[in-house]
C-alpha cells in the first residue's frame, strides 16, 4: 500500500489540474464586462462633459464590481463543496492504513469555521475573496479616468482596457485581472484544501499527531517551500500552506510510529514510496534539499543562482539556511554575515 506521502504528492498534482479549471471560469465574467464597456463607453467617440465622465467611471467601477463579485460569489460556493471533498480524502487516507481505523469526519460547519478562522498572507479568506472585486474594479475605473483625462478616444480607452485581438486580448487591464484572478483563485483553494485537511488531523490527532510539509520538486518551487519540504510538524501546532500567493505545497499526515526525534527534532522515518518531480517519479524519502543535490550543476544554479548554489554545493548550506526564521530570501552579504565558514568552504 502507498504511503500517504505518495497518495499526498499525487493528490497535489491532481488537485492543479483542478485549480487551473477553476481559475479558467473568471473568462465569462471578463467577456461580460469587455462586451458592455464597449456599448457603454462607444457611444459616443470622445467625452469631454465632466458630469458624463463621471457617470460613465460609476458605470464602469459599478459593472466590474458586479460581475466579478458574482464570480466571487460563486466561487466561495465552490469553496464549501471543496472543503468536504478535500476532508474527505484526508479520513480516507488514513482509514485506509488501516481497515479498524475509527476517523472522524468533521462537520461541515467546523470546516467553514476552521477555514475562515484561519488568516492567510495576513487575511482571513472572506476578506480576500471581498477585496478582490473591489481591487479590480477600482483599478478599471483609475484607468478609464485616465484615459479621459489625458483626452483619448473612447474607443482607445476601450481598447486599453480589453486589449487587442493581434496581442490575444493580454495587452489589455482586464488581462491584469485575469491574472490577478488564477492567483486568487488558486491561493484560496490551496488555503481551503490545506486547512479542511489540517482540521480532519486535528479531530484525530491521536491516530495523526504529525504531518509533514511536501513542496513541488521543480525549479520553479519558492525559497521558502524549498525550506520546508520534508519538514514533520506537530497536528495542531505547525504552520500550514500556502506559504505565499500561488503556493503549490500541501501536507501529509504522519503516524506516531512513522516520526522519530534525533537531537531533539522531529524526523520522518524512511518509509519508501515514490512522489513526483519534474524529472519523474523519485523516493518518497527524498527531500527537496536532496532532491537538488542529485540534479545537475546547471539546474541548481538556474534554481538558486550561481553564487548560492555554489554555497549548497560546496559551503554545506542547506535550504533552510537561505532563508530567515520569516522565510524571507537573504542575499548573499546576509549569508556571509551568518555563515563565513560556508564562503570559506565555497572559495567565495
Request: proline share 3%; glycine share 6%; with cysteine.
Amino acid at each position: 500500500m502507498p504511503n500517504t506521502t505518495d497518495v499526498y504528492s499525487r493528490h497535489a498534482h491532481y488537485l492543479e489540474q483542478y485549480y487551473n479549471g477553476q481559475a479558467d471560469k473568471i473568462t465569462p465574467f471578463l467577456n461580460r464586462i469587455a462586451k458592455d464597456l464597449r456599448l457603454e463607453l462607444t457611444k459616443t467617440q470622445t467625452v469631454i462633459s465632466k458630469a458624463r465622465i463621471d457617470k460613465l467611471l460609476a458605470f464602469t467601477e459599478d459593472l466590474v464590481a458586479s460581475q466579478l463579485g458574482a464570480f466571487t460569489d460563486d466561487f466561495g460556493g465552490q469553496l464549501e463543496l471543496f472543503a468536504a471533498s478535500e476532508a474527505e480524502f484526508a479520513a480516507s487516507t488514513i482509514a485506509a492504513q488501516n481497515a479498524t481505523l475509527q476517523v472522524v469526519i468533521p462537520a461541515a460547519a467546523q470546516l467553514q469555521g476552521a477555514i475562515n478562522a484561519r488568516p492567510f498572507n495576513n487575511r482571513l479568506l472572506k476578506d480576500y475573496l471581498s477585496n478582490f472585486s473591489k481591487d479590480q474594479a477600482k483599478m478599471v475605473r483609475e484607468a478609464v479616468s485616465m484615459g479621459f483625462y489625458e483626452g483619448r478616444t473612447t474607443q482607445d480607452i476601450v481598447q486599453g482596457i480589453v486589449g487587442t485581438k493581434s496581442q490575444g486580448y493580454k495587452n489589455g487591464i482586464l488581462n491584469v485581472s485575469r491574472t490577478s484572478a488564477e492567483r486568487m483563485v488558486r491561493t484560496a483553494l490551496s488555503h481551503t484544501s490545506n486547512t479542511a485537511k489540517s482540521k480532519v488531523f486535528e479531530d484525530n490527532e491521536e491516530l495523526i499527531p504529525y504531518y509533514e510539509w511536501l513542496s513541488t520538486l521543480d525549479g520553479k518551487t519558492s525559497a521558502i517551500c524549498r525550506s520546508l519540504d520534508g519538514q514533520v510538524l506537530k497536528t495542531g501546532k505547525g504552520r500550514l500552506p500556502p506559504a505565499h500567493l500561488n503556493c503549490r505545497s500541501t501536507t501529509s499526515p504522519l503516524f506516531k510510529e512513522d516520526v522519530r526525534k534525533k537531537d531533539g527534532k522531529l524526523i520522518k522515518n524512511k518509509l519508501g514510496g515514490k512522489r513526483a518531480s519534474i524529472d519523474g517519479t523519485v523516493s518518497a524519502d527524498l527531500n527537496y534539499n536532496d532532491w537538488l543535490a542529485k540534479q545537475s550543476k546547471s539546474f541548481q544554479v538556474d534554481v538558486l543562482g550561481e553564487k548560492k548554489a555554489e554555497l549548497f554545493r560546496n559551503g554545506g548550506l542547506t535550504m533552510d539556511k537561505f532563508v530567515n526564521n520569516r522565510g524571507q530570501s537573504l542575499n548573499l552579504e546576509q549569508l556571509k554575515s551568518k555563515y563565513p565558514t560556508a564562503f570559506e568552504k565555497a572559495d567565495i
